[in-house]
């Protein structure tokens, strides 16, 4: 039988995922249960040793009675309860990890198993304890001393578990009746309709006023009369614990049943706490709701409510007021059943940051022709499980009828994208398994979706194609491979651009490249000191202080200098992406919304105990990047400066005569903002956009040297003013002077106040010969005297 079972489910998995929905899992409720049996209590006497304690003889169908020591306050002879036997795993009190029962001696007297409380097999909504230490009793329950207890309880179902995001466009598969559609389409079987049921024509006294029809397009509402709230049977209360709602009491399950079987919600309210007419509206300014789990809501004026002729009642498709549900007390009940706007939904429930049942099935377009099925699904089950109940009032408020999805397909359409000879028979037998009506015309199509189908899932031929395709099955499609035109591949410059920049500062600088969020906390916005102005403003930011869509890297970075130097003194990072604009809104073609500009920025960091070094190491990573990146050169100069930099160690990075990044130390201002310690953070931005690519390499050849290369250092006193570029410039035309390269730079009391000492090493050379010591001193002599005559100090050699 289990292998039956098995190969079952695995079929089920198989084609319902390979046809509709994807499974992720399959989970059969008895592994939770394995060791456990149904045990019969025959005697109970006290333990010499224990008063809590008593010892049990228990049959569990084996060939002698087990002696079982518990201290469960509600123990009798003749009782049938859950045994755990040596081998079972249980959670001892119904707290902590799982152990595994062994025989062990309690108190002196040898206990061979346990006599388990709900909570220690998590059954505890199933048989919610009603007093202390008390074991889990079922003899009411007809079962035999031995039987396997998932047996017993009818717990040995296989759970398919469904991935959400596979179903999030299908409203109609969140019930249990919208799978048993799809899958009597799959296996060609007919589906049992849902049975009707017999409504008064009168409403009695209640009455539905529905204000805002564009947000609930019906509102149907039903009075049950003499009810209770009494705990529900238990095979109601195992079908809805089986899928993971918690059972509550028998009117609640109900109307959770009938959510969970059409994928309809509904809720009951108290009548006697509804005062006069039920209102479907706005909130008002200034009104408050309690919620059934205790939150108090301020309402907006955006949020749709249920309300009675004084107060709102229930936060429209999303939760129930806290004292207007079904109570203890409660013995009428006006239930809803209704369909609500998916947006309006989705943007109350994101305000408060509220997710339900309800509310997960309402935000996906819920046709309203299902609310047909959840009344007379209603109307059954509180007739059976309410024998003297009767319905006092029937309202259908139907304001805004819905219009099924008609789409004209062609079978030429058909055969080409699915490369098979389909005809229009074959195509309207395979739909009518989907509730699809088809009426053919020729080659052509006129294809009717069902309600269910019609809230925005159907709406072109292409998903009319998809429904056939994948009821044909995929895996039925035969593979044929494309005709094919290889042409010249487009050269993208700027892509090429932007991976030869990663690489280049990932390999050869040593830099990490980080990925951060696009929303930016305002601490670090205020650290940065950005113009907010720039930035654009998230509706539904995902918290609070992070609204803010980057109009610069600057701030991320800050962010992420900070949490880096939490593990480490030394590192570089690097980021490139796109950054956002509250400024010069644009669209590819008219038919396309405006979007912002979003330019793509480069911006890194480079911390550790040396800002001079830093932003040498900076700086000397743009004075290379053009020949790594093939991008036009670059240039340095001081021009603007942003508010994040200190006021002395920085440069903007120029294109020509244009700004187009900049470097710089970050100042104690920011770094004190963006609680950056101990260390120094040197930063830079560029926006790549404005780098401009080279058609072709344009790198020149040169010769290596024939005759070896001499190299010398030179130390040089300048004032503190001297730029490198000067000194650079006079020091490269000098004759035979092949290269200059930047050593070292010193300040101190040995070169004297304002002045710095500057190490350079230069390379010489000759085409026609190897250079003499004589030569070799004469270019020496030569450069001090260009460089003494043109800048001005002292020189010495080093």
């Not at 039903?222 to 209360?237: E, H, Y």
């Not at 789990?293 to 806290?322: F, Y």
């Not at 006092?392 to 490369?419: C, H, T």
């Not at 900070?562 to 490139?576: G, Q």
């Amino acid at each position: 039988m289990n292998f039956l079972k098995t190969l079952l489910w695995q079929k089920l998995s198989y084609d319902l995922t390979m046809c509709t929905v994807e499974v992720e899992d399959a989970v059969n409720l008895a592994d939770n249960l394995n060791g456990l049996v149904v045990g019969r209590i025959i005697t109970v006497e006290p333990h010499p040793d224990a008063d809590k304690l008593r010892i049990c003889t228990v049959d569990t169908g084996d060939a002698a009675p087990s002696t079982i020591v518990c201290g469960g306050s509600n123990l009798a002879p003749g009782q049938l309860t859950a045994v755990a036997k040596p081998g079972a795993m249980v959670r001892w009190h119904g707290e902590g990890e799982p152990v595994e029962i062994k025989p062990a001696k309690l108190r002196g007297v040898m206990s061979f198993g346990m006599i388990c409380s709900s909570g220690e097999i998590g059954l505890e909504e199933l048989f919610p304890p009603t007093r202390h230490a008390e074991i889990m009793d079922i003899s009411e329950f007809d079962a035999e001393p031995g039987e396997a207890l998932a047996e017993a309880l009818g717990l040995d179902d296989i759970i398919l578990e469904i991935d959400n995001k596979s179903m999030t466009n299908r409203p109609d598969l969140w019930g249990h009746y919208g799978m048993a559609r799809e899958l009597a389409a799959i296996y060609g079987c007919k589906l049992k309709p849902i049975d009707t049921a017999e409504l008064p024509a009168c409403s009695g006294d209640l009455d539905v006023v529905i204000e805002n029809p564009e947000r609930c397009s019906r509102y149907a509402g039903i009075v049950f009369k003499n009810i209770r709230n009494v705990q529900s049977p238990f095979g109601l209360r195992s079908l809805i614990w089986r899928v993971g709602m918690r059972p509550i009491n028998l009117p609640v399950d109900i109307t959770n049943y009938i959510m969970l079987a059409t994928g309809q919600p509904t809720h009951g309210f108290d009548r006697k706490h509804i005062k006069g007419s039920i209102h479907v509206r706005t909130a008002r300014a200034g009104e408050t709701l309690e919620l059934l789990d205790g939150r108090l809501l301020e309402l907006t004026e955006e949020d749709l409510v249920i309300a009675d002729e004084k107060s709102p009642v229930a936060l429209a498709g999303i939760m129930g007021g806290r004292l207007d549900s079904i109570l203890h007390d409660t013995t009428e009940i006006i239930l809803e059943v209704a369909n609500f706007n998916a947006l309006s939904i989705r943007r109350t429930a994101q305000r408060f940051d509220i997710r339900t049942e309800a509310s997960s099935r309402y935000e996906k377009s819920l046709d309203p022709q299902r609310v047909d099925d959840a009344v007379a699904m209603a109307a059954r089950m509180f007739a059976a499980e309410f024998p003297d109940s009767i319905i006092s009032g029937y309202v259908d408020n139907y304001p805004v009828p819905l219009e099924n999805a008609k789409i004209d397909v062609p079978m030429s359409f058909l055969r080409k994208r699915l490369g098979k000879d389909l005809t229009g028979e074959a195509v309207k037998k395979t739909l009518a398994h989907l509730g699809f009506d088809v009426d053919i015309n020729g080659d052509q199509l006129l294809v009717e979706a069902p309600s269910w189908r019609s809230t925005g899932d159907i709406s072109l031929p292409d998903d009319v194609l998809e429904e056939v395709a994948r009821l044909i099955g995929y895996e039925n499609f035969e593979f044929a491979a494309p005709t094919i035109t290889l042409d010249k591949p487009i050269n993208q410059r700027m892509q090429d651009t932007e991976r030869s920049i990663r690489e280049y500062l990932a390999f050869r600088c040593g830099m990490q490249e980080i990925f951060t969020y696009p929303w930016i906390d305002d601490e670090y916005i205020e650290a940065s000191g950005a113009d907010v102005s720039e930035m654009l403003t998230l509706s539904t930011p995902p918290a609070p202080d992070e609204s803010k869509l980057r109009s610069t890297l600057v701030p991320g970075m800050l962010k992420a200098v900070f949490t880096n130097l939490r593990y480490y003194d030394d590192f570089r990072l690097f980021e490139l992406t796109q950054v956002f604009f509250n400024r010069n809104y644009h669209s590819i073609n008219s038919s396309e919304e405006l979007l912002p500009e979003m330019p793509r920025y480069l911006c890194g960091a480079l911390v550790g105990a040396d800002a001079m070094t830093l932003f040498r190491e900076a700086k000397g990573i743009f004075e290379y990047i053009h020949r790594v990146a093939q991008i036009e050169p670059l240039s340095f100069s001081q021009k603007n400066k942003s508010p994040w930099a200190e006021e002395k160690l920085w440069v903007n990075i120029m294109k020509d005569d244009a700004v187009v990044g900049e470097i710089g130390l970050v100042s104690p201002k920011s770094a004190r903002n963006a609680g950056i310690k101990r260390n120094f953070a040197v930063l830079f931005e560029v926006d790549v956009e404005k780098l401009i690519p080279l058609a072709s390499r344009n790198n020149t050849f040169i010769h290596l040297p024939e005759y070896p290369l001499v190299d010398f250092d030179l130390s040089i006193i300048f004032d503190e003013e001297t730029k490198w570029a000067d000194i650079y410039e006079a020091a490269s035309k000098v004759e035979l002077v092949k290269e200059i390269r930047f050593i070292d730079e010193y300040r101190g009391a040995q070169v004297g106040e304002g002045k710095k000492s500057v190490t350079l090493r230069a390379w010489i050379g000759s085409d026609q010969g190897t250079l003499t010591s004589d030569k070799i001193d004469a270019v020496k002599n030569q450069m001090l005297k260009k460089i003494g005559k043109k800048l001005g100090g002292e020189v010495r050699c080093a």
